[in-house]
């Protein structure tokens, strides 16, 4: 039903700046809240941030003010712009959106992950 594919990871120094993508597509009545999560190697797989069919946003604390996530709701897509990267950034990074399959009925969709590394 929803595809959601993720681009622009890869390798980064660190202090330095990658911006990842995520398109939806496929039959969908329309995308609410969108995110991206993060897997590292060896840990739990948590939150980075989040934002609303509206624009509001919420980050996880170890990436405030270092990271940025923002959505273009004509492109169904989903960004996150990352800054001053740190080693322990390094994770595969996931695409999330709610999406409805009518006015009513929702399901919780994942992208196939991008991987960052964060490494002299």
């Known amino acids: 039903q929803v595809q959601l594919v993720e681009s622009g990871g890869g390798l980064v120094q660190p202090g330095g700046s990658l911006r990842l993508s995520c398109a939806a597509s496929?039959?969908?009545?329309?995308?609410?809240?969108m995110g991206w999560y993060r897997q590292a190697p060896e840990k739990q797989r948590e939150l980075v941030a989040t934002?609303?069919?509206?624009?509001?946003?919420n980050y996880t604390d170890s990436v405030k003010g270092r990271f940025t996530i923002s959505r273009d709701n004509a492109k169904n897509t989903v960004y996150l712009q990352m800054t001053s990267l740190k080693p322990e950034d390094t994770a595969v990074y996931y695409c999330?959106?709610?999406?409805?399959?009518?006015?009513?009925?929702?399901?919780?969709?994942w992208g196939q992950g991008t991987l960052v590394t964060v490494s002299l």
């Open positions: 999330n959106a709610m999406a409805f399959a009518n006015r009513f009925v929702y399901f919780e969709h």
């Open positions: 934002i609303t069919s509206g624009g509001d946003t």
């Open positions: 496929g039959s969908f009545y329309r995308i609410a809240d």
